[in-house]
């Protein structure tokens, strides 16, 4: 038994999670979880979004599955998601986007992997106003170190060797941000001549935003900076579906986390419409992340089987007629 952190989270998060536990508890995932709480009833009812004990269970059992947590907009606390991935130094977000049966999108045989840098780039809000008085006049910061770059792109060419990828796209803007991208692309020639079994290409961010909507199926791992990688990961996820298909972890040296990508849905709490395949996956790759593979594999067969068989049992975002639990139960019956 692997003991793993479950948060549940808000909204639509409480369906999917036990939707999710149900399927992966009947396909024999051998994990005793650990639960814990974070998000906005955390805070309601705990009195902070991110209670001590739950980081002290995610820095103890190393693994969590997280459901989506509300962020109060404009005023309340910060992000929950941006503090774990910051307390953690949960450096790789991993993001797939894989064509899925029976998913209406115009874009077929899409298979990529995208790891996103998580700590650095334009995306830390290292901000202020150069005329605090008038505050006519903003400028950002964007932090790009060798070290952060280096071990990024070499989890994405680990990542192609030990799955079996042919090739490691690095995704920049160093035509323009010589300094900060320039560097990112200069450890990524660097580390690329390590694999060289691993074809390397790399590509500037706005013909890579082209490149993907027109041929998406050329793409296998890509890696790129924080921001470009916020933005081209949506993109990604738009090709197969939209980001309630598709899952993501965050990954540490130490810890994972492994989540759904869209947030808590209040517009349809509570009303068995959730879909909870990104979850899912998230949790698919969880499995992989603790060994336990062919439960995985075994899951994931029965997911394409319900979508290609049995698509009156999937929730209405993806144009079925089922609810959260029809589909669950589905999965399991496919299993
Ligand atoms: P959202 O992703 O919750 O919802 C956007 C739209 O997609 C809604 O119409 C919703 O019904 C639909 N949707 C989302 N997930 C779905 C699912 N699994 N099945 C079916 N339909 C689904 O984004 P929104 O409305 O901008 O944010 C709501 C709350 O979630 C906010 O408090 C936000 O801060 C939080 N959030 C949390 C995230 C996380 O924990 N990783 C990520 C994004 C937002
Ligand atoms: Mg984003």
Partial sequence: ???????????????????????????????????ARAGLGAYEELGSPLPDETVAAIREYKVLLKGPLTTPVGTGFRSVNVALRQHFDLYANIRPARTLPSIDSPFKQVDMVIFRENTQGLYIGKEHWVDEDKKTHAESIAVVTEQASERIIRAAFEYAVTHDRQKVSLVHKANILKFTTGLFLEVGKR?????GSIEFEDLIVDNMAMQMVMRPERFDVVVTTNLFGDILSDLASGLVGGLG???????????????????????????????????????????????QNKVANNISKAIYKTLVEKKVYCTPDIGGKGTTQTFTQAVIDNL
């Fill in 1 to 35: 038994m692997q003991k793993v952190v479950r948060i549940a989270g808000d909204g639509i998060g409480i369906e999917i999670t036990e939707a999710v536990s149900a399927i992966l508890e009947q396909a024999g995932a051998q994990i005793e979880w650990i639960d």
């Fill in 191 to 195: 580390v690329a001549k390590e694999y």
């Fill in 245 to 291: 298909v598709t899952g993501a972890a965050n990954m540490g040296d130490e810890q994972a986390m492994f989540e759904a990508v869209h947030g808590s849905a209040p517009d349809i709490a509570g009303q068995g419409k959730a879909n909870p395949m990104a979850l899912l996956f998230s949790s698919l790759m969880l499995l992989e992340h603790i060994g």
